[in-house]
């Protein structure tokens, strides 16, 4: 509450401006919204935490706890909702820092600005990412400069509100601008299309990023949130099934919670930037509807099934907009997918979770697109037998070291996954696939060894992928945004066909965690990054460091 002598001398200033002569009166006079600014900073006012919590693979807060057999988390859907979290762990109860004086106390512990009356609250915080880098190899300086603000509110119990935006300038002068370049549009991996600036070598980027949501939870069955963000599926580091690799996209997502189920309706509008129509059009757009049902077998299992149809907007004959046929939320897509005539882009998968000995996970998906069984006992290699799989194992307090934890998970994607023969109905959105970065036709093994004490975080990785590309003008089923009517051949088709390349990452990360409400941190790291082809080797080490406030998962090892 405000102390009696601030409300005292607020309540003078006030009742006296009109008599306000001096200069020192007509000072008091204008400090006295200040005078409230202040006071909500110095934090004597608590504020409330929203209903989502963000994600960030480097600083996994809840996993250790969430994923505790005990418990029947349904932690394959991400991002989680804060309410549920706190009836298992806090925030708080992780990482609170006794500090002496209240600017201490804001800067390690609390949001900036923050204000609680009654049933309402809100947070306001900066977000930013100073980096600087330099390639080793090629002598090459990058660096990234990014400013933002992010406002939280709760209304009541039930309705939360979060927006943010970021804008950037950054400049590549390593493989990451080759990615770009894969990419095309100038899209930066996970953030949207920027523009160039300055450099003509097209190397300095300047992007904006802004993410908002609204969520309302009538009671602890329901969830609804309608925002513009991004979404996950799965227990991995990487999902096969929807992940949070591309741009973020406007969504509807209703999540409800009965017995041991969580069952997840999402609904998408998302775009295809490649052809615009005309110079001043809006890009291409497309929808999504997808179902989740998860379910907690026994304490130690859980099994998923996921479903996916995509559909244009408009083509040839038409605006078609949004299909109300997909509307129902507790309806079978497929059979409605045929239904109206079997245009769309259907996809469906499993997920599952095995936990034994409380903290040693084993998890999995597989993802089919299309297939054939006649076909794959055939082992022809046709090309429409079309699935992925997804296998690993996690596991928190390796050898009883507390805080040690150690992942490793393998990925495999069959050639012409996620693609359609209209490539405005492929997997895809913003030039990047909605599940794994390199699309499909290729396989990858990943492993993270993770080590924290307190607020100190240190994160090793290894990661190799072979993949085929399409050389030579022809589609051999690498890049899901080719229509696969597209396709070199009808059969003997394998996985790392054409030109096969390997791709070695490695890196290592030391960071200190300055305030876990936005994650901030300084970090330092050191990438190595090999790429060979056939018998020519692409070899980079970069090393970096900086100040961040890490709230998403931007992937850049690719």
């Known amino acids: 509450m405000i102390n009696t002598r601030l409300k005292h001398k607020i309540k003078i200033l006030a009742s006296n401006k009109k008599h306000l002569t001096n200069k020192k009166d007509k000072i008091q006079r204008l400090l006295i919204p200040f005078i409230f ?17 963000y994600q ?50 804001i800067f390690f512990n609390r949001s900036l600005i923050q204000y609680k009356k009654n049933d309402f609250s809100f947070t306001i915080d900066p977000l930013f990412q100073f980096e600087l880098g330099r390639d080793k190899t090629y002598g090459e300086k990058s660096w990234i400069n990014t400013r933002g603000i992010m406002v939280n509110a709760q209304l009541g119990k039930k309705v939360a509100v979060s927006t943010s935006f970021y804008e950037n300038q950054a400049s590549f002068f390593d493989y990451r601008h080759d990615r770009i370049q894969d990419i095309g549009q100038r899209v930066i991996p996970g953030q949207g299309a920027g523009k160039s600036f300055g450099d003509s070598t097209q190397h300095n980027y300047d992007y904006g990023f802004a993410e908002a ?82 379910w907690s077998v026994t304490p130690w299992l859980n099994i998923g099934f996921f479903e996916a149809i995509i559909w244009q ?101 069959r050639p012409f996954m996620y693609s359609h023969y209209s490539t405005l109905q492929n997997y895809g959105h913003h030039n990047q696939p909605l599940a794994h970065p390199l699309g499909s036709n290729f396989w990858e093994s ?77 970090y330092v790291s050191y990438t190595q990054r090999n790429e060979q082809i056939n018998s020519i080797s692409n070899k980079q080490s970069l090393i970096t460091f900086g100040i961040r406030t890490s709230l998403q998962n931007f992937y850049y090892d690719f």
Do not use: C
């Not at 600014?37 to 919590?53: D, F, K, P, T, V």
């Not at 072979?466 to 051999?476: C, I, P, Q, V």
């Open 446 to 522: 990943l492993t993270f060894l993770q080590y924290q004490h307190k607020r100190i975080f240190v994160e090793g990785r290894f990661s190799y992928a072979r993949h085929g590309s399409d050389t030579a003008g022809m589609n051999y089923g690498n890049d899901i945004y080719k229509s696969y009517d597209t396709r070199a051949k009808e059969y003997n088709n394998y996985l790392g066909q054409a030109q096969t390349i390997n791709l070695s990452y490695t890196s290592l990360m030391l960071a200190y965690l300055v305030n876990p409400r936005t994650n901030l941190n300084v």
């Open 313 to 413: 907007h408009a083509d040839t004959s038409g605006v078609r907009g949004f299909d109300m046929n997909y509307a129902n939320p507790v309806i079978f897509l497929r059979p409605v997918e045929f239904s109206v005539g079997s245009p769309d882009n259907a996809l469906m998968g499993v997920s599952g979770k095995l936990t034994l000995f409380k903290n040693h996970v084993f998890y999995g998906q597989a993802m089919i697109d299309e297939f054939k069984l006649s076909e794959i006992k055939a082992g022809n290699g046709w090309w429409a037998n079309k699935w992925a799989f997804q296998v690993g194992y996690k596991t928190f307090d390796l050898f009883d070291w507390q805080h040690l934890d150690v992942q490793t998970e393998f990925n495999y994607v």
């Open 37 to 53: 600014l202040i006071h909500m900073i110095s934090g004597s006012l608590q504020a409330q935490e929203s209903h989502s919590l």
């Open 213 to 294: 949501w609204v969520s309302f939870s009538p009671n602890a069955h329901f969830n609804f949130t309608f925002g513009h963000g991004k979404n996950f599926i799965g227990d991995g580091y990487r999902s096969l099934l929807l992940s949070d690799n591309a741009f973020n996209y406007p969504f509807l997502r209703i999540t409800t919670d009965f017995w041991n189920i969580k069952y997840v309706n999402l609904w998408m509008q998302l775009q295809d930037i490649r052809n615009k129509p005309q110079f001043e059009s809006p890009y291409n757009k497309k929808w999504a509807s997808m179902h989740y049902l998860d």
């Open 56 to 105: 960030n693979h480097s600083f996994r807060h809840y996993d250790r706890y969430v994923y505790q057999s005990s418990e029947r988390f349904h932690t394959s859907v991400k991002p989680y909702l804060k309410t549920q979290t706190d009836s298992i762990v806090s925030l708080n109860s992780i990482y609170s820092k006794p500090v002496n004086t209240k600017f201490a106390d």
